[in-house]
């Protein structure tokens, strides 16, 4: 039954591209280790290739050696899987000599490094090479995403800080590095242990023991269960706080698009003595354990849907006593903060953050404050984006005892791990002076300790977040202006242009348009760097979004897909700029020193702009595709050759063209035919890349 419920499983778990693409990675096993010890990672990824290091962003890990991992060894010809299938067993048997070549195949077999020298690789590596030889791959398992695999030992300095990382790869070479988005890579004082390797057939992996406290680490195939044992005493307890959406956040080819564990503890007959699921609206579960008597007991981890593969990498934190959840960190706001119990004695005046809790189910929180006529007051709940289960509800009674306003969720861009916008936000003009009821409870009636909050009185405050995607941006160094989406995070109404700053960031700029378009949830940028001497070291700007008297700090983020369909933005603790040696040939183009990067366009008129070329030697026949791919619909664009060093740009729009602001890159596809010295021909060369950034405006 159970091979049966795998296999379909197995059919039933499509795979799609997920939205990062390139130079990406998918996990990290494990994802940490303790200061002072020295371990071997995993990582999977793709675009991975030349030279790697690894890049964290705060110090204490330090990469000894980084080796591609054997994949899988089904191919070739049969007599290839025969030969080493039998060196494998020679090898786990202790005997160190390749088994006689039959037949007269070696034309037809492919060549594997690791295969040719099974006997000299390290256990982990050998585990590796031993799951590609035995296990027949399975192509609706197979992702892109994660297809390529390096093993990495680190060593963790002992006086590493406690904490989480940030952890990329950088790849290429010195002058051509590409990073990876970022995974979190913990670091503890606790003792680490994972799961067994992966053993021969017929051999199974076997349950390892560890002690509390410390840290389990592993990895959950398809339809796989992993145990662990450990020991207590009776009247002992242990809770285990387990780390698996939080290290990957969004699977994109799955449903329900995210890891869903279960943890379960049991005893030596195999009886469920403790169970967890979910943590409240969390996926990743939380189970506390108190022994009934002193025994040997197994703790089991498998997905609910009995789903899998090598990215649902798990970390278990076991440590002794009851489980004490985290208190609520308040927003920081700057606002005058009152707890539930002084605030329900009074009628407040507004601004106020109150603190409270609603502590038993059904219970509703009043409040009062006071407003004039026509003053804009803005009620909203800090709850579930705080950690608290509390699915709000928040309703405003005017002085008559009439609602003058209401609100379940308050939908918000899909940014961050938050996948439910239950939190709610009310902004309404006062139709009177007088004394207001604000009445905040939970939607399903709930409550609890747990169920704490924070509710803000205010008026609106016009605020703004901005997010840029990806978190690590590569710069050619001749001028191409590749375009970077920026998220906005919109807040009380918020729909003015903003601008950007770059500073700490040498030899780059801005390229073209510095801001964004008024009421823009989305836009894009873009940057230019020229030649600089030395290695092109990763950058860390500061670049900041400006509106009027408001600065804020640009945050990076990186889009991740859940479930095929929704792309989410998670985001980075750092800002990334990478060089990179690749010519564009964007320094061949550019606009008069005079132009603005302005297009105004009135519908049913065009508009021009010259953009000049800059002849190069040894370019012959030279020729540029000028496009407009992502025009407004009713806009187009087309490019015209005045002369060699000049092209016209002629924008038009149609009678019944929309009316847009927005950013828009060009693109450009630059062509040449040179001498090749060692083949003595001449040959075709094609680069594309994007003009700076345009603002095209249709009225």
């Not at 989410?568 to 008069?592: A, K, N």
């Not at 021909?681 to 700076?692: A, D, K, N, V």
């Amino acid at each position: 039954m159970q091979r049966i419920l795998k296999n379909i499983l197995l059919w039933s778990f499509p795979v799609l591209m997920p939205v990062l693409s390139g130079t990406t990675i998918g996990y990290i096993y494990p994802a940490g280790a303790r200061a002072g010890d020295t371990v071997q990672v995993i990582v999977g990824g793709q675009g991975l290739w030349g030279n790697r290091r690894i890049l964290l962003d705060s110090p204490g890990v330090t990469l000894l050696q980084c080796q591609g991992a054997p994949g899988t060894f089904y191919s070739g010809c049969g007599d290839q899987q025969v030969w080493a299938r039998e060196y494998m067993r020679r090898v786990f048997a202790g005997e160190h000599k390749q088994p006689y070549r039959r037949g007269k195949h070696f034309g037809v077999w492919r060549y594997n490094h690791f295969m040719e020298q099974l006997d000299q690789l390290d256990p982990l590596m050998l585990s590796l090479a031993c799951k590609g030889i035995f296990e027949r791959p399975n192509s609706l398992q197979a992702s892109p995403a994660i297809g390529q695999k390096l093993v990495l030992t680190l060593k963790i300095d002992k006086n590493a800080a406690p904490g989480v990382r940030e952890f990329r790869i950088l790849t290429g070479g010195k002058n051509n590095m590409r990073g990876t988005n970022p995974l979190l890579f913990f670091i503890g004082k606790e003792p680490e242990f994972r799961e067994q390797n992966y053993q021969m057939p017929p051999l199974k992996k076997q349950p390892v023991e560890f002690t509390i406290p410390s840290v389990v680490n592993g990895q959950i195939e398809p339809g796989e269960v992993d145990h662990f044992k450990f020991r207590l005493k009776k009247g002992e307890k242990c809770h285990f706080v387990f780390f698996g959406r939080k290290l990957n956040p969004f699977i994109g080819d799955g449903v329900p698009g995210n890891f869903q564990p279960v943890l379960a503890v049991k005893d030596a007959a195999g009886k469920v003595l403790a169970y967890a699921d979910d943590n409240y609206f969390d996926p990743d579960p939380v189970l506390d354990f108190t022994a009934p008597a002193d025994a040997l007991y197994t703790l089991e981890i498998r997905d609910a849907l009995y789903r899998g593969r090598e990215d649902f990498v798990y970390r278990i934190n076991a440590a002794r006593g009851k489980y004490q959840r985290p208190a609520l960190k308040a927003p920081a706001l700057g606002i005058p903060e009152i707890c539930e119990h002084a605030a329900a004695k009074e009628t407040l005046e507004v601004p106020k953050l109150i603190s409270g809790t609603v502590s038993k189910p059904g219970e509703v929180k009043v409040f009062k404050f006071k407003a004039r006529k026509d003053q804009r007051i803005a009620a909203e709940v800090f709850a579930r984006r705080v950690g608290s289960p509390l699915d709000s509800a928040l309703k405003i009674l005017g002085p008559d005892g009439k609602q003058v306003a209401f609100n379940d969720d308050f939908e918000r861009p899909l940014i961050g791990l938050n996948m439910q916008h239950v939190d709610s936000f009310v902004s309404f003009k006062a139709p009177a002076d007088g004394t207001y009821t604000v009445q905040l409870s939970d939607t399903a009636a709930a409550g609890g300790d747990d169920y704490g909050f924070f509710l803000r009185l205010d008026r609106p405050r016009p605020d703004f977040r901005v997010y840029m995607v990806p978190s690590g941006v590569w710069v050619s160094p001749d001028m191409g202006a590749d375009p970077v989406k920026v998220v906005i995070e919109k807040r009380d109404g918020f729909n003015g242009e903003i601008s950007f700053e770059l500073k700490n960031a040498p030899n780059i700029t801005i390229g073209g348009i510095k801001s964004i378009p008024k009421g823009a949830s989305e836009s894009q940028i873009s940057f230019v760097t020229g030649w600089v001497k030395g290695d092109f070291l990763p950058v860390y700007p500061e670049l900041w979004a400006v509106h009027g008297t408001t600065r804020r700090r640009v945050i990076g983020a990186d889009a991740a897909m859940q479930a095929f369909a929704y792309t989410h933005y998670v985001p980075s603790r750092q800002l990334i700029f990478m060089r990179t040696w690749l010519h564009s040939y964007g320094d061949r183009f550019y606009f008069d020193k005079k132009f603005n990067y302005r297009i105004n366009l009135r519908k049913g008129k065009s508009v021009n702009a010259d953009l000049f070329f800059r002849v190069t030697h040894g370019h012959r026949e030279p020729a540029a595709e000028i496009t407009l791919p992502d025009a407004p619909k009713g806009v187009s664009m087309k490019a015209v050759k005045v002369r060699k060093d000049l092209y016209r740009l002629v924008f038009s729009a149609d009678p019944k063209a929309e009316n847009c602001n927005v950013n828009i890159p060009v693109k450009v596809k630059y062509s040449f035919k040179y001498w090749d010295n060692r083949r003595k021909e001449w040959r075709l060369s094609t680069s594309t890349f994007h003009l700076p950034m345009l603002r095209l405006t249709v009225r």
